[in-house]
């Protein structure tokens, strides 16, 4: 993870403080991740995790990781909208997704994109993320090396069981908003 604005060029520069806090952003994004991908986060232990662990001036370097969320199997519209919460950018921002497996590399994608490849999201997730970030429907990503890359669109209809999928969803993601 990359810090923004003059931080990076001090890091550059080796000025220890800046590395310190580096170290602690990564640690507190490793922390993140390791609740996300093992399924142990809540509402509660988000908020909880972000009080109590993210100094004010890291929370959005530490919550730009906002798609690893839209991963978790125990992911809910609450817990969408408390991170939202303290970072409203993060819908918006094309990530990098790591799901955790080595022999795949991690790709920068909305989301949207990482939802809509979790059986486990509800519909009103998507139609959530959907209405604060539309032009997420354009954005074409490549979710890892297997599959091609494609729109939110594509990997709803690969990831998702027939027997799961809501019509009235699909048809909303292939109205796909004009540019400009």
Known sequence: MM????SISSMEA???EDLEEYEVIEN????????CINGDISVVVLRTFIKDNIPPKFTKDVLREVSMLCDNKNISLDIVKCLLEYYPEGI???DCYDDGDLERDAY???PLHVACKNKHCSSDIFNFLIERHPAALR???KMDQHH???PPLHFYLYYRPFSNMDFELVSKMRQIPKLG
């Open 108 to 110: 920068y994608v909305y």
């Open 28 to 35: 507190l994004v490793n922390k993140l991740r390791t609740y």
């Open 14 to 16: 080796g000025n220890s």
């Open 148 to 150: 091609d890359s494609g």
């Open 3 to 6: 810090m923004e604005g003059s």
């Open 139 to 141: 954005h074409i990503s």
């Open 92 to 94: 918006s921002i094309s």
